[in-house]
């Protein structure tokens, strides 16, 4: 099983930065996938950005040149620093861990950006 916490949601300007962290209970080594998830109201869950086992990353179209994801092997936790914001990326960000054919998921953490 993997546990994963999310943190530093909050609320932000438009064009402000924000951080995400995402505490995994698990070594990195041992997950083949991580990445972020987000959820405004009334959409459906999508992708924000991945990062794998080796270090390759892929971001959604929507956020790619403002959102940065990244790891730390040594404190197991993935990152997403988020610049440029604007309202359109308020929503429930979640962390995800996929280990073979399991996904794992956090409980989220909100970030809300305002004009």
């Known amino acids: 099983q993997v546990l994963l916490a999310e943190s530093g949601g909050g609320s932000v300007q438009a064009g402000g930065s924000l951080g995400l962290s995402c505490a995994c209970s698990?070594?990195?080594?041992?997950?083949?996938?991580m990445g972020w998830y987000r959820q405004a109201p009334g959409k459906e869950r999508e992708l924000v950005a991945t990062?794998?086992?080796?270090?390759?990353?892929t971001y959604a179209d929507l956020v790619k040149g403002r959102f940065t994801i990244s790891r730390d092997n040594a404190k197991n936790t993935i990152d997403l620093q988020m610049n440029s914001l604007k309202p359109e990326d308020t929503a429930v960000y979640y962390c995800?861990?996929?280990?073979?054919?399991?996904?794992?998921w956090g409980k989220g953490t909100l970030v809300t950006v305002s004009s």
């Open positions: 995800h861990a996929k280990v073979t054919i399991i996904n794992y």
């Open positions: 698990r070594s990195l080594y041992s997950i083949n996938v």
């Open positions: 990062i794998t086992r080796d270090g390759s990353t």
